[in-house]
């Protein structure tokens, strides 16, 4: 060894030494580990929570304290001087929301704070990272912000130091930012808090700025700590890398107790999320991004969401994929939300098309615009941003691109506001380049849009992919207008079966079809299947109140994978359970048992959790049949009214809950096309909480919510429409449950 190298080697050993000794000589007047969350274990702090209580997760060391974003946070009585220090390890999931507002109207969370009007500090962090400190000294108050966003998925250790002459900010033990101060802090006479800010800001009924993360380890002085001092506390930790993904899982406990929350079906952990898009299937991976706000269940500078499966079973949920940024001090292209959009996979590289807003003009900073990011990595989990590409100039309105190949043409379908209702914004791009330039089209359907619209005032969430050999498919969900959530016309997906030559899509017919039989789901996104059949995700919103919602701490969840196919009559879409679900089957209840249906009411099964009911006609009539899920002896059941004989479908929720939440409406009815669907034979229901799909022939479906209070509202029971009718039919079940987890989740 060199006598250079042994002298580097004998520094390092001297400075560890150093930090070693300095580190046993430092000692906490207050210290939590969050080894226990229990009331009694934690004081004098309190953990606040709307949940049974507080997460606890995996942590630097042992277990650390996980917020909730919502309704979670710290408080510690603790009586500070003018000096005080902090040191607390953190890693956190996302920024906080806010309202979609200009910087300057922003109102930042805090990781750390002990603040009242006129006294204190606080370090604060706002919705694009961006965060500092502020001190009221005896003379005002002073306000530093560091250079660098605050990491995101990351275990680090944040210090505060403050004593009568200086204030700094460290991360991992080294300083951040720090300023002589003129005067002594002057204290608070108010509890030491993390992850509240004492400037919250409202939305509805939420509270929507508060922080979503993992903290370990605080440690409180009642003096400022030296640089050195800041980097011994750091040195007391060996590890340089920790599993922060591991530490920002939520627990399972925090829904154990939710009968309403799906179990088996594809969602974020928690919170809020909306239409899933940018389905795309990478080698054996199928890869799922979508609508969130991670912080809390209400829309807000919407983040896109990840999750990843190899069956379409198993969902992995992975980090954001893009949320809203700033390139300059008071502008970003998608500082308002990263809203829906598309992912293509060519040449080993991902590419998101966008819809991203911002605060400023429409057309000079493509507000909406479309925007580009790319990723290069295999799992594609990490993106670069490379800005919009196209304005809205040809249109009122736009979001949620579209692409799909033409030969070598790839098109960009936009869902629009055109002067006269909905419609779509078309691109084409020639050659191998993504980004452009894109070259705008006049035209996409060969008809005019107001002949196919049905009254709306924009299109969204558009789909255009081929069906068949000879027969694509396009679809949209129009809103606004006439167009509403609860009444008629609803929001609900439609689509036109057609060809596609020319450049253009020639409907076979200009009135939509209905995707589903009734409201309840819409918004889907498909991909290939490796036999190159598609297969759809949807979303099936809630229809209880925004107070429900922000109770049980998520809203929404997306459907269960369809099979799409073209049905015989070269106009309709056949939708049937993706075959990949019957992998979820259980050890069958039963199976094949042959039933009278009369007018009295037979209790099929009383299953504990999610299950899978097949009902099939027997002899010659269709069905015709009351089935009642998710029943109770206390008058609580969500009915549905089969008669394949007129050809009616009714769904009752009437007496689906007694909480009163279930925003509705409680009644819808439909006609059923045995023409296109073939005569009623053949249901297939999956229950799994709050979430009911229905399929019929597997050919026709609809999804939607039921909201039950009573957690034993579980029984199937099934009679005949009236006193002279009766039938017999043969009736299958199973108890569903992940193949990998031999769990039964429903039982007999």
Same mark, same amino acid.
């Given at each position: 060894m060199s006598v250079r190298k042994s002298f580097v080697t004998f520094v390092v050993c001297l400075w560890a030494c150093y930090c070693v000794s300095t580190s046993a000589q430092l000692q906490a007047d207050y210290t939590q580990d969050f080894e226990r969350l229990e009331a009694g274990a934690l004081a004098p702090a309190k953990i606040h929570t709307q949940f049974s209580a507080p997460d606890a997760v995996i942590g630097v060391s042992g277990q650390a304290w996980r917020s909730d974003g919502i309704s979670s946070w710290l408080e510690i009585p603790?009586?500070?001087?003018?000096? &005080?220090?902090?040191t607390l390890w953190v890693a956190l999931e996302s920024y906080p929301s806010d309202r979609e507002v200009p910087v300057n109207?922003?109102?930042?969370?805090?990781? /750390?704070?002990?603040?009242?009007?006129?006294?204190?500090?606080?370090?604060?962090? +706002?919705?694009?990272?961006?965060?500092?400190?502020?001190?009221?000294?005896?003379?005002?108050?002073?306000?530093?912000?560091?250079?660098?966003?605050?990491?995101?998925?990351?275990?680090? @250790?944040?210090?505060?130091?403050?004593?009568?002459?200086?204030? $700094?900010?460290?991360?991992?033990?080294?300083?951040?930012?720090?300023?002589?101060?003129?005067?002594?802090?002057?204290? $608070?006479?108010?509890? &030491?808090?993390?992850?509240?800010?004492?400037?919250?800001?409202?939305?509805?009924?939420?509270?929507?700025?508060?922080?979503?993360?993992?903290?370990?380890?605080?440690?409180?002085?009642?003096?400022?700590?030296?640089?050195?001092?800041?980097?011994?506390?750091?040195?007391?930790?060996?590890?340089?890398?920790?599993?922060?993904q591991a530490s920002l899982v939520v627990p399972a406990s925090r829904f154990a107790d939710d009968h309403l929350r799906p179990r088996l079906h594809a969602m974020p952990p928690a919170n809020w999320t909306n239409e899933p898009h940018g389905f795309v299937r990478v080698g054996e991976m199928w890869h799922l991004f979508y609508q969130r706000t991670p912080n809390g269940p209400y829309k807000t500078q919407m983040h896109w969401g990840h999750m990843a499966s190899r069956d379409l079973l198993h969902w992995r949920n992975l980090e954001d994929a893009l949320w809203p940024e700033l390139q300059a001090d008071d502008f970003g292209f998608d500082m308002k939300g990263i809203w829906s959009g598309d992912v293509i996979y060519d040449g080993g590289k991902a590419f998101a098309f966008y819809t991203s807003v911002n605060h400023f003009d429409r057309l000079?900073?493509?507000?909406?615009?479309?925007?580009?990011?790319?990723?290069?990595?295999?799992?594609?989990?990490?993106?670069?941003? @490379?800005?919009?590409?196209?304005?809205?100039?040809?249109?009122? +309105?736009?979001?949620?691109?579209?692409?799909?190949?033409?030969?070598?043409?790839?098109?960009? /379908?936009?869902?629009?506001a055109l002067e006269d209702g909905g419609g779509l914004d078309h691109y084409v791009l020639e050659g191998e380049e993504k980004i452009g330039p894109w070259r705008h089209l006049q035209k996409f359907v060969s008809v005019p849009y107001h002949e196919m619209d049905i009254g709306s005032l924009i299109w969204e969430m558009p789909v255009f992919e081929r069906i068949s050999d000879d027969a694509y498919i396009l679809l949209a969900n129009p809103i606004g207008g006439e167009v509403t959530k609860y009444g008629e016309p609803a929001t609900r997906a439609v689509y036109w079966?057609?060809?596609?030559?020319?450049?253009?899509?020639?409907?076979?017919?200009?009135?939509?079809?209905?995707? +589903? @039989?009734?409201?309840?789901?819409?918004?889907?996104?498909? $991909?290939?299947?490796?036999?190159?059949? /598609?297969?759809?995700?949807?979303?099936?919103?809630?229809?209880?109140?925004?107070? $429900?919602?922000?109770?049980?701490?998520?809203?929404?969840?997306?459907?269960?994978?369809?099979?799409?196919? /073209?049905?015989? +009559?070269?106009?309709?879409?056949?939708?049937?359970?993706?075959?990949? @679900?019957?992998?979820?089957?259980?050890?069958?209840?039963?199976?094949?048992?042959?039933l009278s249906i009369t007018p009295q009411a037979h209790k099929l099964l009383h299953p504990q959790g999610a299950y899978e009911l097949l009902i099939e006609a027997q002899g010659a009539p269709p069905l015709a049949l009351k089935l009642d899920l998710l029943a109770s002896d206390a008058g609580e059941y969500t009915r549905l009214e089969i008669d394949g004989v007129e050809g009616r479908l009714v769904l009752d929720k009437t007496h689906a809950s007694l909480s009163g939440e279930d925003e509705g409406p409680l009644r819808l009815e439909t006609a059923y096309d045995s023409s296109a669907f073939g005569p009623l034979r053949r249901l297939r229901v999956f229950v799994d909480g709050s979430v009911i799909e229905v399929f019929i022939n597997d050919a026709a479906a609809f999804s939607f919510r039921s909201y039950p209070k009573d957690p034993m509202a579980r029984q199937v029971r099934v009679q005949s429409l009236g006193r002279d009718q009766s039938g017999q039919v043969r009736v299958s079940a199973w108890p569903l449950f992940l193949p990998s987890v031999m769990e039964v989740v429903g039982t007999h």
């Open positions: 603790w009586q500070s001087g003018p000096e &005080l220090s902090a109207n922003l109102s930042p969370s805090s990781i /750390l704070n002990q603040w009242e009007e006129g006294a204190g500090f606080d370090v604060f962090i +706002d919705t694009y990272g961006r965060w500092g400190i502020r001190v009221h000294t005896e003379e005002g108050e002073v306000t530093l912000t560091a250079p660098e966003r605050f990491p995101l998925y990351r275990w680090v @250790l944040l210090g505060v130091s403050i004593d009568r002459h200086r204030v $700094a900010l460290y991360l991992e033990g080294e300083v951040v930012v720090e300023a002589e101060l003129a005067a002594p802090l002057r204290p $608070a006479d108010a509890p &030491l808090q993390i992850a509240r800010s004492p400037r919250e800001v409202d939305m509805l009924n939420f509270t929507v700025n508060r922080l979503n993360g993992a903290f370990d380890s605080l440690r409180l002085y009642q003096r400022g700590l030296s640089s050195r001092e800041m980097t011994a506390v750091r040195a007391q930790v060996a590890r340089e890398k920790f599993d922060a000079k900073h493509s507000n909406p615009g479309i925007s580009v990011a790319i990723s290069e990595d295999p799992e594609l989990r990490y993106w670069r941003k @490379l800005g919009p590409i196209i304005n809205s100039k040809y249109v009122r +309105d736009f979001r949620d691109p579209y692409l799909f190949r033409d030969g070598d043409s790839l098109h960009m /379908l936009i869902g629009a079966i057609g060809q596609w030559r020319d450049g253009l899509f020639h409907p076979r017919y200009t009135e939509p079809k209905h995707l +589903d @039989l009734l409201p309840g789901h819409l918004a889907p996104t498909v $991909a290939r299947a490796p036999d190159g059949s /598609l297969r759809a995700i949807g979303i099936i919103d809630e229809r209880r109140s925004p107070q $429900a919602q922000e109770n049980a701490g998520w809203a929404h969840t997306f459907s269960f994978p369809r099979r799409w196919r /073209l049905l015989g +009559d070269g106009r309709t879409l056949g939708q049937s359970p993706a075959p990949e @679900l019957t992998a979820l089957r259980g050890k069958a209840l039963f199976t094949s048992k042959t």
